[in-house]
């Protein structure tokens, strides 16, 4: 299927002169989506998509998933929005549900409206707890575009120069495939890593509040310290009575394939004691939150309130499509599909010179190209075949793919292979 070139200049001409201009978008000539249905959506002029980045992996189980959609209806037709300052049933409900699938004992969680908020969040808990502004980051890292998340933010192509509250100390943890670091084992890097950890905790004056990573980096392109990594930060972090902090923005619910949580690739030390989560749950409506031990959780020492967090209408929707997730085993999907798409890629990848690595877990899998006019390119390529991925990566250089988690099989080798035709298309275009 060939996609007929979208005409939505004189759409994108008033973008640009009411939106701000770091407000980023994909494609030279930006695509208006007007609705979806299962793994697919349409345009403004009728083309359809295989959506290769479920939303911005927002769309975590299905586009319009009558479950979720009729969920939403009813409680629109009830209510739309109350406040916490009032009891409300399914947000308790969501709240138990949440915390016993955390794996954090003694949880106890709060709703925001967005994975800026739920990190926020964590590093207000966490430093007022620690009584300290001392906080440790991955390099590379993204967690958010608010004041303070900002400045837990490595990546700098994310984070703009600004006066954050905090003390930042990066650590390596996150990439791999850069400097001295590169071609070291996966116990070699851990040694590397934790070492690097022991000289910043050197460094640092007085308390460190906590430690916040993401199992793997999202928007720094899917890379990922090796199995145990975390664990083996834990262990340091513990001497100290330094909290961690999962953020599990991207890498929750299922969406790794092997695990449920991004961090229980490195449990072996136990869980983290603060956990993030947002994007997917709701299928596409503004929720956050965060999972923190009771004490943690509760140690703030004033009153607090989030007027939209957890409101009726999203939480609503979010138990809906979390037992649907949970029901037709989305987790085990995403192992199986995941598994099919990663085979079928490896396998033509090596033809392909553009393509320098192909990583990630599940249905969270990244394509480092050789550089960032390559993935644009294949970006191009690709929505002119009829599929949508995502772009990142330190330098820009990363497909990323993570469709939604009911993917069929079939639709894997599909994407797949429209997928590697426009990487060919790419690379033809440099030689
Ligand atoms: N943390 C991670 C790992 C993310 O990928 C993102 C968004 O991409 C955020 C936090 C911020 O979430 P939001 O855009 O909902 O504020």
């Known amino acids: 299927m060939t996609v007929t070139q979208h005409q939505s200049a004189a759409l994108y001409e008033r973008h640009r002169a009411v939106l701000p201009s770091w407000l980023a978008t994909y494609y030279r000539e930006p695509i208006e989506l007007t609705h979806g249905e299962g793994r ?35 409680q629109a037709g009830r209510i739309l929005h109350t406040s916490t300052l009032y ?55 993204y967690h958010g575009r608010s ?92 001497r100290h009575g330094i909290l961690w902090i999962s953020d599990e923005v991207q890498t929750g619910w299922g969406r790794t394939g092997d695990h449920f949580w991004g961090w229980q690739a490195h449990g072996q030390a136990g869980p983290p004691d603060l956990l993030t989560f947002a994007k997917g749950i709701a299928n596409g409506m503004s929720m956050g939150g965060v999972v923190a031990r009771a004490e943690v959780m509760d140690s703030l020492g004033a009153n607090s309130i989030s007027t939209f967090g957890g409101s009726p209408i999203t939480t609503a929707a979010a138990l809906a499509n979390l037992r649907y997730l949970l029901e037709n085993d989305l987790q085990g999907n995403a192992l199986r599909t995941g598994a099919v798409l990663r085979e079928r890629l490896a396998e033509a990848c090596v033809d392909l010179p553009v393509v320098h690595q192909l990583r990630g877990r599940g249905l969270m899998l990244g394509l480092a190209l050789s550089d960032a006019e390559a993935a644009s390119a294949t970006l191009e390529h690709a929505r002119e075949l009829g599929l949508l991925v995502g772009k990142g990566g330190r330098s ?35 030689e």
């Open 396 to 430: 820009g250089n990363t497909l990323r793919i993570a469709p939604p988690l009911s993917l069929t099989e079939a639709e894997a080798r599909e994407g797949a292979d429209l997928l590697i035709e426009a990487l060919r298309r790419a690379g033809a275009q440099r």
């Open 40 to 74: 697919h959506v349409w345009d403004a002029e009728g083309n359809r998509y295989l959506d290769f980045f479920g939303g911005i992996l927002t769309t975590m189980t299905a586009h319009a998933l009558p479950e979720v959609t009729k969920a939403v209806a009813e």
């Open 147 to 238: 004041f303070s998340t900002v400045g837990i933010t490595g990546n700098t192509a994310w984070s703009p120069t600004s006066l954050s509250p905090l003390q930042t100390l990066y650590v390596h943890g996150g990439v791999r495939d850069a400097g001295p670091y590169a071609h070291l084992s996966d116990g070699e890097f851990i040694t590397a890593c934790v070492a690097d950890l022991e000289d910043m905790l050197g460094q640092a004056q007085g308390t460190v509040a906590a430690l916040i990573a993401e199992p793997i980096q999202g928007v720094g392109g899917f890379t990922q310290g090796p199995d145990g990594l975390l664990a083996a930060f834990k262990r340091v972090l513990d």
């Open 87 to 141: 009891l409300s049933r399914q947000m308790i409900e969501l709240a138990e549900q949440v915390a016993q699938l955390s794996g954090i004992p003694d949880a106890k969680v709060f709703f925001t409206t967005s994975g800026t908020e739920a990190n926020d969040t964590a590093l207000l808990l966490a430093t007022g707890y620690r009584r300290s502004n001392q906080v440790l980051a991955l390099r590379n890292s």
